[in-house]
T-cell receptor
Framework: AQSVAQPEDQVNVAEGNPLTVKCTYSVSGNPYLFWYVQYPNRGLQFLLKYITGDNLVKGSYGFEAEFNKSQTSFHLKKPSALVSDSALYFCAVEEAGSYQLTFGKGTKLSVIP | NAGVMQNPRHLVRRRGQEARLRCSPM?????VYWYRQLPEEGLKFMVY????????ESGMPKERFSAEFPKEGPSILRIQQVVRGDSAAYFC????????????FGPGTRLTVT
């Protein structure tokens, strides 16, 4: 079975500071990894994905994530946070070929002006 | 190209009534996925459908829930005899192929059972 853990329910960061939202995963095979963002009363917006290749993945709005196989992690990062980045962030994993995305519980990011 | 459409956006049902949630995938997409988001939780996979076929329903409750994706028209998630525990946001996603890393999500339907 595949699973995702987002150990922080909430992350607070000052505007202009770097941000990190943590994610670890568990799959029995090769993982496909994703980050989505959800604004209040909205659907999920895709940020980035890791399928194969370079461990550092760059995505939308200046976000990036690093796949670390040995630590089974896929942390989301951004060098300089914006107030508009405040939202709920979800990490998701798919075991290759399983069809199903398994989501973490989400991390609420608050960027303080 | 319009995104994934879901309607209604908000649905209120009394206990025991039926809820029908609709999902129109993006143009050209023939694969649909339904997820449920309970309060304070992440999305949980429910079912994966292709046109006229249920591919994987391992996340669907065994009773009261059903899904279809007919040849013509939207995908429908049907919940019979709703209970308060069914209150959640239901999200639909679509993809052009069976590769889930191309999933696009709709805005969701928020079901409230009173």
């Amino acid at each position: 079975a595949q699973s995702v853990a987002q150990p922080e329910d909430q992350v607070n960061v000052a505007e202009g500071n770097p941000l990190t939202v943590k994610c670890t995963y568990s799959v029995s095979g090769n993982p496909y990894l994703f980050w989505y963002v959800q604004y209040p009363n909205r659907g999920l917006q895709f940020l980035l994905k890791y399928i194969t290749g370079d461990n550092l993945v760059k995505g939308s709005y200046g976000f990036e994530a690093e796949f670390n196989k040995s630590q089974t992690s896929f942390h989301l990062k951004k060098p300089s946070a914006l107030v508009s980045d405040s939202a709920l962030y979800f990490c998701a994993v798919e075991e290759a070929g399983s069809y199903q995305l398994t989501f973490g519980k989400g991390t609420k990011l608050s960027v303080i002006p | 190209n319009a995104g994934v459409m879901q309607n209604p956006r908000h649905l209120v049902r009394r206990r025991g009534q039926e809820a029908r949630l609709r999902c129109s995938p993006m143009k050209g997409h023939s694969h649909v996925y339904w997820y449920r988001q309970l309060p304070e939780e992440g999305l949980k996979f429910m079912v994966y459908l292709q046109k006229e076929n249920i591919i994987d329903e391992s996340g669907m409750p065994k009773e009261r829930f059903s899904a279809e994706f007919p040849k013509e028209g939207p995908s429908i998630l049907r919940i019979q005899q709703v209970v308060r525990g069914d209150s959640a946001a239901y999200f639909c996603a679509s993809s052009p192929t069976d590769r889930t890393y191309e999933q696009y999500f709709g805005p969701g339907t928020r079901l409230t059972v009173t």
